[in-house]
Structure formats: C-alpha cells, structure tokens
C-alpha cells in the first residue's frame, strides 16, 4: 500500500478511485494549500453535531475526512432528545453519498456515565444511557459505540468489572427494545400514528459493536493495563447470551502512553503492540484514537496534545502508523484546536508522516 502526498497551491480537483474518498481536499486556512490524499488509510476526527447530527457528514468532509466520530448528544448531560427522523433520514444519505465506509464511522458515549460505579444510582443512569446510546447508533446505522470503562469507586478492578461487564449486556440485549423511542418524527401535521418510529426502519441484521476505550490510568479507573482489557473483552464474549453480541477495543495512545506504554520510538511500538497481541489480541483490537500527550510516560493524566508536539512525539506516530496492525484500522484524533493547528494542520502533518514513511523505505513493518 502507498500513500502519495501532493502539496497542490490554489488548485481544486478531486480524486476518484476504489481506495481515496473522491472529496479529499484538506484547506490549510492559513495558506489555502490542497492536499490530496491517494491512500487506503481511514484517517478523520471528532466532528461537531452542531445544527443537526446529518451535519457532521459535511463537517467531517471540509475538513478531508475518510472516518469520524461523533457524539450522538449533549456529552455533558443526562438528557437527550430523541434523534428526530428527518434528521436521520439526511445522516444516511449525506453518509452513503460520501462514500465514507460506515465501517469508518462511530458513536462515542457521553462523558458522565460510569459503567463500573459501585453507586447504584449512577450505575443504573448509566447503564440506560448506554442502551440509549447503542438504540441511537442502529438508528443511525453506526457500527460502533466508544465508551469509557468508568471508575470502580474505591472498590477495586473486580468489582467495577463485573459491573461494566453486565452493563454492556444488557445493553447489547435489549437495544432493540428502545428502538422505536429512539426517533421521533420531525414532520408535523401527519396523521396520527404516521410519524412513529418503527425497528422496522432499521436493517435488522445492523446491530452495533461496543467498543472499549483504554484509559489513562487515573485513580480508580478500569482499563489502563492491556491484562485487564483482556479479561473485560473475555467475560464480555463469553458471558453475554445474545446472539448480537460484539465487543472489541480502542486503542487511545494518548491514554497508553500516560498509563505507562511506551510508544515513542519504532522499537517501544513494537513492544507495546506485541505486549498488546498477547494479552488483549490485535483481532479485537478496531479502531486508534490518535493524539499525543502532554504529559510524561506513566504520567496517568489524559490531556491530549497536537500530533508531534507532545511527549510521544512524530517519530513515535511515524512507527505507529506504518505498523500492519495500524494500517488496516480506522484512525480518529481529537486533538486540540487553539492557535497553534486546527484538525486540518493536524491531518496534515499526519498525512505528511505516511508519506515520509512511503518515501524512506523503511524497515519492514512488524507483522503479527
């Protein structure tokens, strides 16, 4: 697989082949130079929802995305209206004219759920936002859901476990329950009973796979240690009834990194990977959340730094992104956007490292 990277000034043309998204230019603001991307890469971000979640499609695409992640809802609150079905009507049609593979496209749980609370309060909140969470993504046709495995309150992994555990089954096994108050319709003066939404709408054969995020460590957390990760993917596959049932992992570097993975050099990659093949399992692993960390290895705090200008830095990114067990995943960043890049500078300097990597002709990658 290569990956070409032109640097065209003020010219707009498009590409169109099997392997690279036919709208792929990416404006740098401050110079108005078009990047075109010839790749098999699905790189994107986190996109806002900002006006109607169909608009993340267009949000995704302005920037030079061929993958996204979005939030289905306020990610500070509890509350959530229902999806409205015009809106979900434009998200599928807007997503399928893209050509971005829906394989490419997730759903990240809001922030204040805790799956693994020892609250049962919170826990029974959280778990309801989860199944919510996971009816909205098939409404949508999204695949995947992103959450965070939450803290186990002080009283240890075991038990936060075992909570997270039955809270992914239960909302693997009763999603399709919520579907009809999923999404309302947006259309009004319809005769009545016309604007329901019915699971009939929705392919039955599309189903979601939940996918767990590691973390950085923090106190309390699950899932800073691929061990762990292992274990939860292993009780989750073998404890839910569900014929429905898919689970896999994501792999935030920043997290990994401030949880004590090295990934700064080609020689840390492979180790951390390697370390990851045989305690969690590449075939489970689905999607990278790239971002550079701010903060020093073991530092177990999650703040998120431009790509290259952090503690990992571009020669750890550079090894990253040429190993097989990377290439063949979907890419999300969510970087900061201040005065320094926006998410177009940092797919830039992204695309820029692929293409290093295709010019160099470096060692071989690490197969596993």
């Known amino acids: 697989m290569f990956v070409i990277l032109h640097f065209l000034a003020n010219i707009d043309r498009t590409v169109k082949s099997d392997n690279v998204h036919n709208i792929d230019k990416i404006v740098n603001n401050n110079g108005g130079v078009f990047f075109k991307l010839v790749m098999s890469?699905?790189?994107?971000?986190?996109?806002?929802?900002?006006?109607?979640?169909?608009?993340?499609?267009?949000?995704?695409?302005?920037?030079?995305?061929?993958?996204?992640?979005?939030?289905?809802?306020?990610?500070?609150?509890?509350?959530?209206?229902?999806?409205?079905?015009?809106?979900?009507?434009?998200?599928?049609?807007?997503?399928?004219?893209?050509?971005?593979?829906?394989?490419?496209?997730?759903?990240?749980?809001p922030y204040?759920?805790?799956?693994?609370?020892?609250?049962?309060?919170?826990?029974?909140?959280s778990t309801n936002i989860l199944a919510e969470e996971v009816s909205r993504s098939v409404a949508l046709g999204i695949?995947?859901?992103?959450?965070?495995?939450?803290?186990?309150?002080?009283?240890?992994?075991?038990?936060?476990?075992?909570?997270?555990?039955?809270?992914?089954?239960?909302?693997?096994?009763?999603?399709?329950?919520?579907?009809?108050?999923?999404?309302?319709?947006?259309?009004?003066?319809?005769?009545?009973?016309?604007?329901?939404?019915?699971?009939?709408?929705?392919?039955?054969?599309e189903y979601v796979t939940i996918i767990l995020e590691n973390s950085a460590g923090e106190k309390n957390s699950i899932g800073s240690k691929f061990d762990e990760l292992g274990l939860i993917v292993d009780k989750l596959l073998n404890s839910s009834s569900s014929k429905r049932k898919s689970f896999g992992i994501c792999l935030d570097t920043c997290h990994a990194f401030a949880a004590g993975y090295d990934l700064r050099t080609e020689d840390a990659i492979n180790e951390t990977l390697g370390e990851f093949k045989s305690k969690v399992g590449l075939k489970n692993l689905k999607v990278i959340h790239l971002n550079d960390s701010k903060d020093k290895l073991?530092?177990?705090?999650?703040?998120?730094?431009?790509?290259?200008?952090?503690?990992?830095?571009?020669?750890?990114?550079?090894?990253?992104?040429?190993?097989?067990?990377?290439?063949?995943?979907?890419?999300?960043?969510?970087?900061?956007?201040?005065?320094?890049?926006?998410?177009?500078?940092?797919?830039?300097?992204?695309?820029?490292?692929?293409?290093?990597?295709?010019?160099?002709?470096?060692?071989?990658?690490?197969?596993?």
């Not at 204040?112 to 909140?125: A, G, I, M, T, W």
């Not at 695949?143 to 239960?170: D, Q």
Request: proline share 4%; charged share 25%.
């Open 41 to 109: 890469y699905k790189i994107g971000f986190h996109v806002s929802i900002s006006g109607g979640i169909s608009n993340s499609v267009d949000n995704a695409l302005k920037i030079g995305c061929n993958a996204f992640q979005i939030f289905s809802r306020n990610p500070r609150g509890w509350a959530a209206k229902p999806l409205q079905e015009e809106d979900v009507k434009n998200f599928r049609k807007r997503l399928n004219d893209s050509k971005i593979n829906r394989n490419s496209v997730f759903v990240h749980m």
């Open 143 to 205: 695949p995947f859901i992103v959450l965070h495995l939450g803290s186990h309150g002080g009283k240890g992994s075991n038990t936060g476990i075992s909570r997270l555990v039955k809270a992914c089954n239960f909302a693997v096994e009763n999603y399709y329950k919520l579907l009809p108050t999923a999404v309302t319709s947006a259309t009004k003066n319809k005769k009545k009973g016309s604007n329901n939404w019915s699971s009939k709408d929705s392919n039955e054969n």
């Open 112 to 125: 204040l759920p805790n799956l693994s609370s020892p609250n049962n309060r919170l826990y029974k909140k």
């Open 298 to 368: 073991n530092s177990n705090r999650d703040r998120h730094e431009h790509i290259g200008l952090g503690k990992i830095g571009k020669e750890g990114f550079s090894a990253l992104l040429k190993h097989k067990a990377v290439k063949r995943l979907p890419i999300i960043m969510e970087t900061p956007v201040d005065k320094r890049r926006n998410d177009s500078d940092n797919l830039r300097v992204v695309l820029d490292l692929l293409n290093n990597n295709n010019k160099k002709g470096r060692r071989k990658n690490s197969y596993y």
